[in-house]
């Protein structure tokens, strides 16, 4: 592909400069990589007109600039909310009872986790579940109890009996 071609060569000839120029406006090389990462996609969805362009480097200078220049305002915004509110809370580790439960679902089919997902987590029932998982009824309950019965093997001390909060029958 000759497009393909000429903007490779464009890439290779101009990304370096690019990148310094993006740490230089960004003041940061993990954000300059990022800018100038979005800079190219933007070039190469457009490159059918941007390779006939005059200047198509100082086009994709404007556009780090710009980038820049959205996430310091970005950034200044959410430095005022921070400043009226204050920082959020810590987030404490998870307890054991977490990181055992996070550990047996690992383990569970992903259909089986996705089932008891919703419907734990988020309160959907069974029918809704089906419609999304486009499944019919009897599969998702199928998935639940067997996903129940897993974990009461996985979880040391739990019965299924004590899993099912919600009875799906």
Sequence with gaps: MRDERSF???YRSTSARTLRYGHAVAGDHGEAQDLVQEAYARAWRQ???LAQHPAPEAWLRLVVSR???DRFR????WRTAISRTGPPEDVRPPGEDTVLLVAALRQLP???RQALALHYLF???VEEIAREARVPSGTVKSW???GRSRLAELLPGVSAKELEVNDVA
Excluded at 74 to 77: D, V
Aim: charged residues 30%; proline residues 5%; positive net charge.
């Design 47 to 49: 490159w059918g007109r």
């Design 67 to 69: 980038l820049a220049a």
């Design 8 to 10: 490779d060569e464009f």
């Design 74 to 77: 970005r950034l200044r915004s």
């Design 110 to 112: 992903a259909n089986q």
């Design 123 to 125: 309160d959907m029932p």
């Design 144 to 146: 639940l109890s067997r």
